[in-house]
């Protein structure tokens, strides 16, 4: 139990859906992150949260629209999307974003399928 | 920028081989070095880590060293088993996370 829970597990989408992601953590932190992880590239930060302030977006397309109502929850809204976009989307949580040797803390993933 | 390079994988052993995941880092600052690893079916988990040059992390029988002279973190083991596969991620730390690209283990009995 890593205290980090993701839903769904698993998310089959058409192009024209509307969808979202849901992570929750249990461990009092007070940041939180959205990555995406693609086959043999390395884990694509999209956004970071800390106090539920939006502090890093890292280029991502606007179909990709987070939301964190407080510090414990974290949603990924997904309209629009591509192909390209079938992914395993995973959350963090860390006690803050800095801070050099603060570990992050993973869900198991989201494993989405854009068709 | 900052960036982690690992060896690509698959990497298949037989059980009780030695276990050499090479990993180097370019980074402008003084990160911290960490290895992640993905068990199927979930996400990742710390593995070891160490914070600066010359420190090293160890746990479950892995090893990893901090060498600042050769900016390289490679993980360690020296008798792997069937419930070490998995994919095991290199990672430095910064301001913030950067992440290889993975490197997937089988061991098979």
């Known amino acids: 139990e890593t205290g980090v829970t993701q839903t769904p597990r698993h998310l089959v989408m058409g192009m024209t859906n509307k969808k979202s992601l849901k992570c929750e953590q249990h461990l009092g932190h007070n940041a939180m992150y959205w990555y995406k992880q693609s086959a043999k590239k390395p884990l694509e930060l999209m956004f970071v949260?800390?106090?539920?302030?939006?502090?890093e977006n890292n280029s991502v397309p606007s179909r990709f629209s987070p939301e964190c109502p407080n510090s414990s929850h974290l949603f990924l809204h997904l309209h629009t999307l591509q192909p390209e976009d079938s992914a395993l989307y995973l959350c963090?949580?860390?006690?803050?974003?800095?801070?050099?040797?603060?570990?992050?803390?993973f869900g198991p993933g989201t494993r989405l399928t854009v068709l | 920028g900052d960036s982690v390079t690992q060896m690509e994988g698959p990497v298949t052993l037989s059980e009780e081989a030695f276990l050499t995941i090479n990993c180097t880092y370019t980074a402008t600052g003084y990160p911290s070095l960490f290895w992640y690893v993905q068990y199927p079916g979930e996400g990742l988990q710390l593995l070891l880590k160490?914070?600066?040059?010359?420190d090293k992390g160890s746990n479950k029988g892995f090893e990893a060293t901090y060498r600042k002279e050769t900016t390289s973190f490679h993980l360690e083991k020296g008798s792997v088993q069937v419930s070490d596969s998995a994919v095991y991620f290199c990672?430095?730390?910064?301001?913030?996370?950067?992440f290889g690209t993975g490197t997937s283990l089988t061991v098979i009995p």
């Open positions: 990672a430095l730390k910064d301001s913030q996370f950067y």
């Open positions: 949260y800390n106090f539920k302030e939006q502090t």
């Open positions: 160490a914070t600066k040059a010359d």
């Open positions: 963090a949580s860390s006690q803050e974003p800095g801070g050099r040797d603060n570990e992050q803390f």
